[in-house]
């Protein structure tokens, strides 16, 4: 769910968050699977996270919807016959206390949310900075409203920003997008359209280059005023219709549609702009994980840059 705080708040989040967090290099021939939920390193018992076990399984080139059907023993034959045919003598796990929250080889270097933020904070970005976030253990999206920049459509205002979404199990890479935050009800889209970076993470050198990248985002926003004004005077004969082809298109789950369905039940219309709300506001549903609000932001972002 997407919700205003400030800076100050998310660091004090992703200091809480990270409190137990470790890395390691683990050797291969001391990781041993009970099944796809536990598994043991030098004699150790750990307790595998969903995101950790679709990692390995895809690693090891086993069907992960496959696995989780499997009774325990088999799932453990899978995965240790398999992990004897690893190529790398090491994997790289992430542990928060006694859990495995990810596994990745050893060229995997992560960007952790705290190192982010604290780009943000050198690039100078106080404390006390208003933004929308969403973060669980798994994914953080962040987006910095420009005040100064706000503008008007027909009594709607409307705030441009940019956004940052990272993962540090490997949902995502860390992304820099343009950020549109209706201030009526807070809905925040985030753009896909202009200029965007996405980096995956193997080079730590993309916080080398994050001043530049949001200047390059930054100067993108004005572009996005036109085509909001276009969205609302778009006519839409059967939103309801629009919006089922939309979930399909964009391969949303059962929450996600049903989020924008409570969305769309919050501001009801027969125009591109409320289909576009309907995913927006569909984002601060209480249900959503982290990735699934910036999912349905993204939605709507893609749907804007469709008008025409």
């Known amino acids: 769910m997407q919700q205003e705080t400030t800076l100050e708040k998310v660091y004090d989040r992703v200091d809480a968050m990270s409190a137990n967090c470790v890395d390691n290099n683990v050797d291969v021939k001391e990781i041993e699977f009970d099944s796809l939920d536990l598994i043991r390193i030098s004699g150790e018992s750990h307790t595998v996270r969903p995101v950790a076990q679709r990692s390995i399984s895809n690693r090891l080139g086993i069907p992960y919807n496959y696995l ?8 453990a034959e899978n995965l240790n016959y398999w992990l004897q045919h690893e190529r790398n003598d090491q994997l790289f796990f992430r542990f928060d206390g006694d859990d495995i929250r990810a596994i990745f080889t050893p060229r995997y270097v992560p960007v952790d949310n705290f190192e982010a933020l604290f780009k943000l904070d050198s690039m100078g970005f106080k404390p006390e900075t208003k933004v929308q976030c969403s973060i669980d253990p798994e994914f953080m999206s962040l987006s910095i409203p420009d005040g100064p920049r706000s503008f008007d459509i027909d009594g709607d205002k409307f705030t441009p920003g ?28 985030i753009s896909t359209s202009g200029v965007s970076a996405s980096y995956r993470h193997v080079s730590t050198k993309i916080l080398e280059e994050f001043p530049n990248v949001l200047e390059k985002v930054s100067a993108e926003l004005g572009n996005k005023k036109d085509l909001f004004k276009i969205s609302m005077d778009s006519p839409v004969d059967n939103p309801e219709s629009s919006i089922a082809s939309f979930n399909r298109q964009f391969q949303l789950n059962k929450i996600e549609q049903e989020s924008v369905a409570w969305g769309w039940a919050h501001d009801v219309g027969e125009s591109m702009f409320h289909i576009i709300q309907a995913y927006t506001k569909g984002a601060q549903h209480k249900d959503l994980s982290a990735e699934s609000s910036y999912k349905l932001q993204r939605t709507g972002g893609n749907i804007l840059a469709m008008v025409n």
């Open 68 to 75: 989780q059907k499997c009774p325990q023993d088999i799932q």
């Open 162 to 189: 940019i956004s940052i979404s990272n993962s540090e199990v490997g949902l995502a890479s860390l992304s820099i997008s343009a950020y549109i935050l209706r201030l009526i009800c807070t809905n925040g889209l």
